[in-house]
């Protein structure tokens, strides 16, 4: 069974701390992605990835940086914590090729207090 | 860019009748793929039914079917018989199919989505 893990179903932390959000798949996909899920703004793509070492900024990369240096692990960093930051987080991973499908998390849902 | 736009917030259906959720997009592109995802309150996000461009047959999967309109750019959802499990949200993604970073395999492009459809199914 494929799977995409997200290391936490639910994160609080205070405003100005560093937060990591870990994904880790198992399909051996290159593609990888963080997105930020809103209510009444969709999915909106924070930053992704084709290969390890590899980060391309998306729509709205402002706040945060990604780390990945192995194939199975993509980390959203949050430099800085903001209340603004308070949202759902998603990551999905996808095979090259023309005819792939993403795989998504489970989702974190951070709270900044 | 490409753009999706999802002009219905929030739907309601009888258990057992059918809805159709409409989804548009916007692109100058002749190649790419259209998606339908289903996120439940577990949150997971599940791919219901995809539309290649290229194909004119509109792609079913069991109950769920889509009305895929090309020049009117228009992708709407049809789901057939509904069930109480059916109860979520719906998101319509666009999939460009333009190479643009070849040095990584081709084709890449990222998932766009709408806002979301949130459909209520009633017993």
């Known amino acids: 069974d494929v799977k995409v893990t997200q290391s936490s179903r639910y994160l609080v932390k205070r405003t100005g701390e560093k937060v990591f959000l870990e994904c880790v798949q198992d399909?051996?996909?290159?593609?990888m992605f963080w997105y930020r899920q809103d209510p009444g703004l969709g999915l909106r793509l924070i930053y992704f990835s084709y290969d390890v070492k590899m980060k391309e900024k998306g729509d709205i990369p402002e706040g945060y940086s990604v780390s990945r240096e192995k194939k199975e692990r993509f980390s959203l960093i949050l430099e800085s914590a903001s209340t603004n930051q308070t949202s759902m987080y998603l990551c999905?991973?996808?095979?090259?090729?023309?005819?792939?499908?993403?795989?998504f998390g489970q989702g974190t849902r951070l709270t900044v207090v | 860019a490409q753009t999706v736009t999802q002009s219905q917030p929030e739907m309601s259906v009888q258990e057992a009748e059918t809805v159709t959720l409409s989804c548009t997009y916007d692109?100058?592109?002749?190649?790419?793929?259209l998606f339908w995802y289903k996120q439940p309150p577990s949150r997971q996000m599940i791919l219901v039914i995809r539309q290649e461009a290229y194909k004119q047959q509109n792609a079913t999967e069991n109950r769920f079917s889509v009305n895929f309109q090309k020049a009117a750019k228009s992708f709407s959802l049809k789901i057939s018989d509904s069930q109480l499990g059916d109860a979520a949200m719906y998101f319509c993604?666009?999939?460009?199919?333009?190479?643009?970073?070849?040095?990584?395999?081709?084709?890449?492009?990222?998932?766009?989505f709408g806002k979301g459809t949130k459909l209520s199914v009633k017993p």
């Open positions: 993604a666009y999939r460009s199919l333009v190479t643009t970073r070849e040095e990584y395999g081709g084709s890449q492009g990222n998932l766009i």
């Open positions: 999905a991973s996808s095979s090259r090729g023309r005819n792939t499908e993403a795989f």
């Open positions: 399909m051996d996909h290159e593609n």
């Open positions: 692109t100058s592109e002749s190649d790419y793929y």
